[in-house]
């Protein structure tokens, strides 16, 4: 036999040999009859014996860390490549028995795809093809009216998720929220969790000798894992309580100066009445003691009003006023002034860069993309073959987008498939794999009928969102959720440890009423009228809706529904939806509406969009371009182009300004001068000290 064949072709025939065996085989036995192993030299030639033992023992490595234990038993006699005999036992290779009633069924399908589109949405998905088969309940569509997804678009999220799970160290640059320096950091990762829309890490930070927590947006690095290095964990470890006490700090004050009637998002978080800045000598004591550097520099603006806001976390603050402009000045706190300053004078920065000439012909790779090896096909022909005796007849189409891949991907799947076997390897010994009509049968599969084991990656992507899932209010499947959750730790064994250590928080406590109140309409069909804060264009207007879906991205949550203003069906943030009262029965409930899906980004392309070219640095660029359907170009000299399309390009001076200057508009020219006017005027109104009078900008910009 020839050795020259498919690497997973090897794999997938050495498991399925030691699954078809009680007694089990020698290396003699598997190096001389199982296709991949068999060599064209002598059987007593010293190379390709040495050849064969390091070819069986890095796939015995593979199969190990795809949790497919061999078990060996010694047997006597006098020859070494016969006394030990290798199988794998049924019961340590497949699922364990699981029962669940359709109601778990459906919320593992809404757990598993919570992760869609991220970089643990194939683990949910295969965990949940094989939970299925294994049940014998069917499959189960996520076809509920609440929908979620968790994206992990952070560069360094994988290399932190993998040492997270194998228990290394890891080196990164990290800059603190109020400087733009980025300093070395050695930290053991202990956890992992998603709040408000961003991700932290939760460490024992070796120079410091302390826990820590890093939010992943502000590694400026590639993290470095050190793989060599293992340390253990503190038992009981528990990244719930990391993520509740975010968010709970000092609550700070601020005092924002804004043109009267704008602002209306600040103005709904703003505590108090505002007061309003009169040109004459009469001041109220509150706005004298406000901040007496900056005192007449605000009275001296005509029309002007102090709000009164609190918050816990300076950088989103900053992010959020500096996002305003020229239409904000922070009277106080003077940190969070200094903060806004900063953002909007190194964007201005940015923007007032030349033009350049670049070469936008060379594509990048999508972020976080990894080349397929014979590992991860090895595991996809394992759940293909179960998958397709299941479900007998299914059409090719649904199996392509069911595992992900292309038409050549399949045919080179199902052609391995059907030259894989038992030893001998003859027509009975064979898998048989035919298609007939588009449709997919599969014969003499019994050996891998059943689905392997969940691995830990597969067990806890659904157990986390499960556990995320309870958090969400949902009448009447408190008992389902508890059944699931139950049954998925069961299975996940010792690997249940990595559900405690990665958590998801996807409802804020201010959103739960909305979202709670939503659900309800779209169950009983009723439309709403809300009013609903447009906040790019600082307006707040009156419409009639009909929800039909709610869904989330990250922590911010949508409700979709026809409007009935603009007669189309359009996306509503939760949290800016201020007042809302029933509106009778709904009239139309358009047949689209079924069939759509929240993706990895709430952009939806229009006819009218304009397409933009961003200049960012690699970190921000591989941060952006999934939020905004992106494509990525290799422009050299470590700058990284995106190019997307914008519906309203007045969106892009915001964004640049809470970026602050780590991206910058390339074109096009109009649009470039555009942000780069905008960005100059909102950086010159902090430039006086208290001896210069600005011009005062304008209120109806």
Request: net charge negative; hydrophobic share 40%.
């Amino acid at each position: 036999m020839s050795t020259k064949i498919d690497a997973t072709e090897r794999l997938l025939n050495l498991v399925i040999a030691l699954l078809g065996t009680r007694r089990g085989y020698s290396k003699s036995h598997i190096r001389n009859n199982i296709n991949g192993y068999a060599s064209d030299a002598a059987g007593d030639d010293e190379k390709a014996q040495v050849s064969f033992e390091r070819m069986f023992e890095r796939d015995k490595k593979i199969l190990l860390e795809l949790g497919i234990p061999l078990k060996q038993s010694e047997v006597a006699g006098n020859d070494a490549q016969e006394q030990v005999l290798y199988r794998i036992r049924p019961e340590d290779y497949r699922v364990p028995e699981i029962r669940l009633d359709e109601s778990a069924m459906t919320l593992l399908a809404i757990a598993a795809n919570l992760w869609a589109g991220a970089s643990l949405g194939a683990p949910a998905q295969s965990a949940l093809r094989k939970i299925a088969a294994r049940t014998g309940t069917g499959w189960y569509e996520d076809d509920t009216t609440s929908q979620s997804r968790i994206r992990t678009a952070e560069p360094a999220f994988e290399a932190l998720w993998d040492a997270l799970r194998n228990h290394h160290p890891v080196t990164f640059d990290y800059r603190k929220s109020a400087t733009a320096q980025a300093t070395p950091r050695t930290v053991q990762p202990w956890g992992l969790g998603s709040k408000y829309g961003q991700w932290y890490l939760a460490a024992y930070d070796l120079e410091k000798n302390a826990e820590r927590n890093f939010r992943l947006s502000r590694i400026t690095s590639e993290v470095l894992v050190h793989g060599k290095e293992r340390f253990e964990p503190p038992a009981n470890f528990q990244i719930g309580t990391v993520l509740s006490r975010l968010g709970t700090g000092t609550e700070l004050s601020a005092h924002i100066g804004v043109p009267e009637g704008s602002a209306h998002w600040l103005r709904t978080e703003a505590m108090g009445q505002a007061a309003a800045l009169q040109t004459s000598q009469t001041r109220a004591p509150e706005a004298q003691a406000a901040d007496d550097g900056l005192d007449d520099l605000l009275w001296s603006r005509e029309g002007w009003e102090v709000l009164t806001t609190t918050y816990r976390s300076p950088e989103l603050m900053a992010d959020d006023v500096a996002a305003m402009g020229a239409q904000a000045f922070v009277v106080a706190p003077a940190e969070l002034k200094d903060a806004v300053a900063g953002r909007l004078h190194r964007a201005a920065a940015a923007a007032e860069q030349e033009p350049q000439t670049l070469n936008w012909s060379k594509p990048m790779a999508p972020a976080n993309s990894r080349k397929p090896d014979s590992r991860e096909r090895l595991v996809r022909l394992l759940s293909m073959v179960p998958y397709l005796v299941t479900n007998p007849g299914v059409e090719e189409s649904e199996v392509m987008a069911e595992f992900g891949i292309s038409a050549k991907q399949w045919e080179k799947d199902r052609d391995t498939l059907s030259l894989t076997g038992l030893p001998g390897y003859f027509p009975g010994d064979l898998m048989d794999v035919s298609t007939e009509s588009g449709q997919v049968f599969i014969r003499d599969a019994e050996t891998l009928a059943s689905p392997l084991r969940l691995t830990q990656e597969e067990a806890c992507s659904v157990l986390i969102g499960l556990q995320a899932l309870s958090t969400i209010p949902a009448p009447g499947r408190a008992r389902a959720l508890e059944q699931a959750i139950a049954s998925l730790t069961a299975v996940a064994g010792k690997d249940a440890w990595l559900a405690d250590a990665v958590g998801l928080h996807l409802v804020s406590g201010k959103e739960m009423d909305n979202v709670a109140a939503l659900q309800n309409i779209i169950q009983q069909g009723r439309a709403c009228s809300i009013t609903y804060l447009v906040r790019h264009r600082d307006e707040v207007s009156e419409r009639i809706v009909e929800p039909l879906r709610l869904f989330s991205l990250d922590a911010t949550w949508y409700l979709r529904a026809w409007c009935r203003k603009v007669e189309g069906l359009r996306s509503f943030r939760v949290d800016r939806i201020q007042e809302m009262s029933d509106a009778g029965t709904q009239a139309h409930v358009p047949a689209t509406s079924v069939d759509w899906q929240p993706g990895g980004s709430i952009y939806s392309p229009g006819s009218g969009d304009q397409q933009v070219q961003l200049i960012a640095d690699s970190t921000t660029a591989r941060r952006l371009a999934p939020a905004y359907n992106a494509q990525l170009f290799d422009l050299g000299g470590g700058m990284v182009g995106l190019q997307l399309l914008v519906g309203d390009t007045s969106t892009l001076a915001p964004l640049m300004a809470r970026l602050g200057g780590h991206a910058r508009v390339a074109g096009p020219e109009p649009v470039r001068q555009q942000v780069a006017a905008w960005l100059s005027e909102s950086a010159t109104s902090y430039d006086a000290d208290g001896e210069t009078v600005r011009a005062i900008p304008s209120v109806g910009r």
